[in-house]
């Protein structure tokens, strides 16, 4: 017989891919994010002009992005990397407010996918929602 924590403790296909697939489209998103900050194309270029930060500094914001990227693939460091993710986007969206930039689309949108990320780990990872359980 399982005991309580055996049984929470499982993962069914379709949630564990549901997670899989989430956690895909953040790692997706913010890889091609972090690369462009290394290539430095003419949006990179504008972004970092309109937002008030030095051009020299993007490549430093792509070694921080693509360093927690990582940590949040390896399924082992993946809780670590959702926490330095949250920060990073944290920073994005204190950017964005002093820009005064439109909310629901540019002040929200790091916090779209910080939920996405979250959400992705979650449905991965069955001891974080044993850690956070949803009531019914």
Not at 2 to 8: G, I, Y
Not at 40 to 47: D, L, N, T
Not at 85 to 99: F, I, Q
Not at 100 to 126: C, I, K, N, Q, S
Request: hydrophobic share 55%; net charge positive; with cysteine.
């Amino acid at each position: 017989m399982k005991s309580a924590t055996q049984a929470v403790r499982t993962t069914s296909k379709g949630t564990l891919w549901t997670g899989r697939i989430m956690s895909g489209l953040v790692i997706a998103f913010l890889l091609m994010d972090a690369i462009m900050k290394f290539v430095i194309p003419p949006a990179v270029v504008k972004g970092m002009a309109d937002s008030g930060w030095p051009l020299h500094f993007s490549v430093t914001l792509g070694i921080i992005l693509m360093s927690c990227i990582i940590l949040y693939t390896i399924p082992r460091t993946s809780v670590l990397g959702a926490i330095l993710l949250t920060g990073y986007l944290g920073g994005a969206v204190a950017s964005n407010m002093r820009l005064e930039l439109p909310l629901l689309t540019h002040v929200l949108f790091p916090v779209y996918v910080g939920v996405l990320a979250w959400g992705g780990l979650f449905f991965r990872d069955a001891k974080l929602r044993e850690l956070i359980p949803l009531k019914k």
